[in-house]
């Protein structure tokens, strides 16, 4: 199984322990402390990017409810001009055919449809007023389309900004693991007869695998 970001991560954290504990005599200016401190200027990168991808997220999740809210508030002020237009119909033919029930209309459809259906309602509004609808119900439908509009723009720049997060991150995560792979061999070599410290690092770098499962459904023990 993939390793997950998490998993590196905690690894991360771990290195960077293992560092201030057992590695604080790295040579200045050796290859093993440029690539050090390149693992830690990366990784905030990478902590940075995290949060605002969460962020993004939320604020696309957000926009998304609000989308839904505004999308009900235009079908339901359709659906009410639809059902008094029925009724005006049977005192005017085809009155009702200016102002349609949305039904399985894309969001698109349904924002020209309704601003259409706003404008002739304005226009024929004495038949409406007539049947208890305001002048300012019937013009309300303009801004409730404006008021969707406005959510479908701020979902696309959440999507837009947590997408530019996202690849930020990921060449954040490839430029941490070329410094750790300079750091990792550094150590191996500059500390080679130092036991003690290569053996914290093995701890600190270490990450399980998760279990395989055989095919009786009995797990494996788990492997370095």
């Known amino acids: 199984m993939a390793v997950s970001q998490s998993d590196i991560n905690d690894m991360y954290e771990r290195v960077f322990a293992c560092l201030d504990?057992?590695?604080?005599?790295?040579?200045?200016?050796?290859?093993?402390?440029?690539?050090?401190?390149?693992?830690?200027?990366?990784?905030?990168?990478?902590q940075g990017k995290s949060g605002e991808q969460a962020g993004f997220g939320d604020?696309?999740?957000?926009?998304?409810?609000?989308?839904?809210e505004t999308r009900f508030n235009l079908r339901r002020y359709r659906s009410r001009l639809a059902e008094t237009?029925?009724?005006?119909?049977?005192?005017?033919?085809?009155?009702?055919?200016?102002?349609?029930?949305?039904?399985?209309?894309?969001?698109?459809?349904?924002?020209?449809?309704?601003?259409?259906?706003?404008?002739?309602?304005?226009?024929?509004?004495?038949?409406?007023?007539?049947?208890?609808?305001?002048?300012?119900?019937?013009?309300s439908g303009t801004s409730l389309v404006d008021a969707f509009e406005a959510t479908l723009d701020v979902k696309n720049e959440a999507l837009s900004h947590r997408g530019a997060a996202v690849g930020s991150k990921k060449s954040a995560y490839s430029e941490a693991d070329e410094h750790f792979d300079e750091l990792n061999i550094y150590i191996r070599n500059h500390y080679a007869d130092q036991p003690d410290k290569l053996h914290a690092w093995r701890n600190a770098t270490h990450i399980e695998k998760a279990a395989k499962k055989k095919k009786d459904g009995e797990e494996e023990t788990p492997t370095a």
């Open 59 to 68: 604020s696309s999740q957000a926009g998304s409810e609000q989308r839904a």
């Open 85 to 139: 237009a029925g009724v005006i119909a049977k005192r005017k033919t085809g009155f009702d055919e200016h102002f349609p029930a949305p039904r399985n209309e894309t969001d698109n459809e349904l924002v020209a449809q309704t601003r259409a259906v706003a404008a002739k309602a304005v226009e024929m509004k004495a038949d409406f007023m007539n049947r208890g609808l305001t002048e300012a119900y019937l013009a």
């Open 21 to 46: 504990a057992e590695f604080a005599d790295l040579p200045a200016g050796s290859g093993g402390k440029l690539a050090a401190d390149g693992l830690r200027d990366a990784y905030e990168i990478i």
